[in-house]
């Protein structure tokens, strides 16, 4: 029979089962039902050990570093993490990122393990399993690419409808991979493992998945903090030059929505943000606007939504020309409201259909492709007319700092690795720059500084 023991002034018990002690104390209550968190654990030699264990587990509860023992999966744990992280974090695409990168690469591979058991040697392997042979989706990419290039080499042509029946996609799919092909963007043989990039982003959201399971009280420590990363190779992003930006801008000098071509060049707004922005947040007669709504697509559908984090809620300056293009724009705007009277569906939307309705985010970046095709331009994506903005106002002299503020970046650091490889000349002139400080003028060259040598 069982027999327990209490020490005077000491909270807990110790118990003898057959050869074996056990320690039990009461832990935190639940802060949702008030139910006692009764933390156990058995297996000691002898009285005085399972007092001296119990000591240490009441200490380390008390600086937060305890847990209390538990079989929960990882897969039961993404599950109850997934409605949970998605009150938490402000942007829906985050969300479904998160989601969806939890499914198809972490809960197939460790998700039968106990959580308590992951450590950082387990999260390490995750990644080099990942890496060597991750991939979970077909290469649906590659496929087009091989049968389009293999038509085309034959001087045939396929139509959009042909190539989505071959492969198993959607003819939108197939239409928008001829255009990058034709466009010189084709890609690269797949491997049967993720990108280091893929990988990456498996960390990130595996970081946060830790460190709410550290905050419940699940995991005593985050194992993902102490595992790196690894590193994608630094690529430049493709983007128009000063001149093909003017080309494009006097192009659609007469286009309905001039007004947005003109501020996503001057801004480097998301195409979220633009597509979200609201007449109320115009603040024209002070040469300002506020970003703080955005819609989305999600899986097919339009969201509503409030940035992507804090920063991306922000104020910004408008030079003047844009001013007078929002100005004329908003006069369009209540003209066509008039016309359209009681039919006309308000939304408060700066950029809309005729009626009012919402434009479909998608549907601008096929605007912007069809206008390059006519223009004979370099295909871009609303991200990359962007990225054109963020590189051309690093190579003005334009403060990274301001740069990063209005771009909405979390830090001026993101910003900075980001576009470095776009802009090696930057690095080429700030050492030149230093050089002239240092040795006082640009024509300071090794023969004045063996003179200067000698006769010091």
């Keep these: 029979m069982p027999r ?27 802060p949702l039902t008030g139910e006692r968190n009764r933390i156990r654990k058995s297996g000691f030699e002898s009285e005085d050990e399972a007092w001296e264990k119990m000591a240490e587990a009441q200490a380390k509860l008390r600086e937060g570093q305890l847990t209390k023992p538990s079989k929960r999966t990882v897969t039961q744990f993404f599950e109850e993490w997934f409605p949970k992280m998605r009150t938490s974090i402000g942007s829906p695409t985050t969300a479904n990122n998160y989601e969806t990168l939890a499914r198809a690469y972490v809960i197939p591979v460790i ?11 387990t999260v390490a392997s995750l990644y080099e399993h990942l890496l060597n042979s991750g991939r979970r989706r077909r290469d649906t990419n590659g496929e087009m690419f091989r049968i389009w290039q293999e038509v085309t080499g034959r001087g045939d042509e396929i139509s959009a409808r042909e190539l989505a029946r071959q492969v198993g996609v959607t003819h939108d799919a197939a ?13 690269t043989d797949a491997t049967n493992g993720l990108s280091k990039k893929t990988v990456r982003s498996v960390h990130i959201m595996l970081r946060s998945a830790f460190a709410d399971a550290v905050t419940w009280k699940y995991v005593p420590t985050n194992p993902v903090a102490a595992v790196k990363a690894p590193s994608p190779e630094n690529r430049s992003h493709r983007t128009w030059t000063p001149a093909e930006l003017r080309r494009f801008l006097t192009a659609v000098q007469s286009d309905r929505l001039y007004a947005m071509w003109l501020l996503l060049a001057t801004t480097g707004m998301r195409r979220s943000e633009v597509a979200g922005l609201r007449l109320d947040g115009l603040d024209l007669d002070n040469g300002a606007l506020a970003v703080k709504a955005t819609r989305v697509v999600t899986n097919g559908k339009v969201r509503q939504g409030f940035g992507k984090s804090r920063r991306s809620r922000r104020r910004l ?21 008039a016309t359209w009277a009681d039919a006309y569906q308000d939304h408060g939307l700066v950029f809309c259909w005729e009626d009012g309705r919402p434009i479909y985010p998608d549907t601008i970046t096929e605007w912007l492709a069809r206008i390059a095709d006519r223009l004979g331009l370099p295909h871009l994506t609303l991200h990359e007319l962007r990225h054109t903005y963020a590189t051309t106002a690093l190579r003005a002299g334009v403060h990274p700092k301001i740069v990063s503020s209005r771009l909405g970046h979390a830090t001026v650091a993101f910003t900075l690795d980001l576009y470095t490889a776009d802009i090696p000349e930057l690095d080429q002139a ?27």
């Design 4 to 30: 327990t023991r209490k020490r005077r002034g000491i909270p807990g018990s110790v118990t003898r089962r057959g050869n074996k002690w056990a320690y039990a104390f009461d832990g935190p209550a639940d």
């Design 430 to 456: 700030a050492a030149q720059e230093i050089s002239n400080l240092f040795l006082g003028t640009p024509g300071f060259g090794a023969d004045a500084m063996e003179v200067t040598l000698e006769a010091a």
């Design 175 to 187: 239409y928008k991979a001829m255009r990058r092909f034709r466009a010189g963007r084709t890609p």
């Design 317 to 337: 300056s408008l030079d003047k020309a844009t001013v007078a293009a929002l100005l004329t724009h908003v006069e369009m705007i209540q003209a066509e409201k």
């Design 111 to 121: 998700g039968k393990k106990r959580l308590q058991d992951i450590d950082a040697i």
